[in-house]
Nanobody, 119 residues
Framework: QVQLVESGGGLVQPGGSLRLSCAAS????????MGWYRQAPGKQRELVAT???????NYVDAVKGRFTISRDNAKAMLYLQMNSLQQEDTAVYFC?????????????WGQGIQVTVSS
């Protein structure tokens, strides 16, 4: 059974940094496009950044220049380095794995991890 497990969240002051990690298991990690999403209280889940199985990373405008997504296929790990954190970054962050074939789409989610930016 595919599992995505996030870690590294917590409470940080504005301007601080956090590094999220997502450990994947029971899947061929390199086959999947990976991404980070977040959901703030009272808001819909939104895309933060994606990194394809082979290709360049993409970011939403709100995090460009502050967040960096990366992956280690050998370790089946996904990361999100978050710098210059702002209160608006407060949310539950989710790891996502997606793969589309000619037959079906495979999509998996982690359980989410809280990131709180507050003084």
């Amino acid at each position: 059974q595919v599992q995505l497990v996030e870690s590294g969240g917590g409470l940080v002051q504005p301007g601080g940094s956090l590094r999220l990690s997502c450990a994947a298991s029971a899947m061929i990690f390199s086959f999947f496009d990976m991404g980070w999403y977040r959901q703030a209280p009272g808001k819909q889940r939104e895309l933060v950044a994606t990194i394809p199985s082979g290709g360049n990373a993409n970011y939403v405008d709100a995090v460009k220049g502050r967040f960096t997504i990366s992956r280690d296929n050998a370790k089946a790990m996904l990361y999100l380095q978050m710098n210059s954190l702002q209160q608006e970054d407060t949310a539950v962050y989710f790891c996502n794995a997606n793969r589309k074939t000619s037959i079906r789409e495979y999509e998996y989610w982690g359980q989410g991890i809280q990131v709180t930016v507050s003084s």
